[in-house]
């Protein structure tokens, strides 16, 4: 298991034995143009696609097989099989490159086209499943790993919407490093709710330095967490576009108790805010970093502009995997949405 000060060591180090081990210590950077009207903030940018496979999920990855191998439930010739929107798929697939086993990903057939021509170069064997199909569809995104396992049960499934050891990772390691790197002075955190591991990983650690840091959650419209957290009601998901955030059920490594406010967000408004962020900060990032901009700046038009503020955000991953959608007029207008808004 992976401790916060041999993770500091490394980093000081930065030479690493295999590829894995280079997973973590992402750099901070303060944003700017994108949060000028808003000079009583300070806000930085937690840049987790320059982990080794491009997304926060690399933590993920190696802590989940990493444990999984130290406990004998996998050994080498394996197969492990996951449901991913694709960041999570691309750090199993690099622990199963490292470790001599298989990776099988049940993925949405609508994933961006860049994650799926990645999985496959990597060697993951796909799954493409249909969106538009209801959750409790036994082919569905949240179902088709379990109709599979019951074909072969000898497979390895992280689990990574309900294992605990998703929050664990984060605990260990993400929220450490934000501690440090802002030098213990944070105010707010403001990030996109997917899996939930990430938020609740990180709220968890730094709520234990400092229990006055409030943790803002992000949800796309369509996902089921908002309505559950602002009223307590399991509300009809719908489809949406934002990749790696939101879910159509609850989901266990989502602690709700850690949350102290939760924004939604449309696509429109997500992928116009990753837009600019490309534009303006020069940070070519994903649907969920957009959100997450977009979730700090409502909440920085309700703050107290006479208070200083320490505001931590967290973008997931590279616009690269998302050239022929987010960042492609043609795409935009096919879901509705004018790129001209932006």
């Known amino acids: ?33 994108i949060v000028q009207d808003f000079p009583f903030a300070d806000v930085y940018a937690k840049i987790e696609f320059t982990n080794p496979m491009g997304s926060i999920k690399d933590r993920i990855a190696r ?9 004998g439930e996998l050994k080498q010739g394996d197969t492990i ?8 798929a691309m750090g199993l697939a690099m622990m199963a490159i490292e470790n001599g086993l298989h990776c099988k990903i049940v993925v949405r057939a609508t994933t961006a086209k860049e ?43 992280p689990d990574q919407h309900n294992n605990l050891d998703n929050n664990e990772a984060h605990y260990l390691t993400t ?27 990180v709220a968890k650690y730094l709520k234990e330095q400092d229990p006055n840091i409030k943790i803002i959650a992000v949800d796309p419209e369509g996902s089921v967490f908002y309505d559950y957290f602002k009223k307590g009601i399991l509300s009809q998901p719908y489809r949406y576009f934002i990749e790696g955030l939101g879910d159509e059920e609850l989901i266990k490594c ?22 600019q962020l490309a534009k303006q900060e020069a940070i070519l990032a994903g649907g969920s970093s ?37 960042y492609n007029d043609d795409w935009l207008k096919s879901i509705g949405i004018n790129p001209e808004n932006f």
């Open 1 to 33: 298991m992976s401790q916060p000060n041999l993770i500091e060591n490394k980093q000081k180090k930065r030479v690493f034995e295999k590829l894995s081990d280079a997973t973590g210590w992402t750099p901070l950077v303060r944003l700017n143009k």
């Open 63 to 71: 802590h989940l097989i990493n444990k999984a191998l130290q406990n």
């Open 81 to 88: 099989i996951e449901n991913s929107s694709g960041n999570t």
């Open 115 to 157: 994650k799926l021509d990645a999985l496959r170069a990597v060697g993951a064997d796909l799954v493409l499943v249909d969106p538009a199909l209801p959750p409790e569809h036994p082919d569905s995104y949240n179902k088709k790993v379990h109709t599979i396992l019951k074909v072969h049960p000898e497979y390895f499934f």
């Open 175 to 201: 929220g450490p490093e934000i501690w440090q790197q802002m030098a213990g002075k944070i105010d707010y955190v403001v990030a996109g709710i997917g899996t939930g591991g990430t938020l609740s990983g």
């Open 254 to 275: 989502v602690n709700f108790d850690l949350i102290d406010d939760m924004i939604q967000v449309s696509n429109e408004n997500a992928f116009k805010y990753t837009r």
């Open 290 to 326: 957009g959100a997450a901009v977009y979730g700090v700046l409502n909440l920085l038009s309700r703050l107290n502009s006479h208070q200083k503020r320490r505001i931590v955000t967290i973008f997931p991953d590279s616009g690269g995997r998302y050239l022929s959608t987010i």
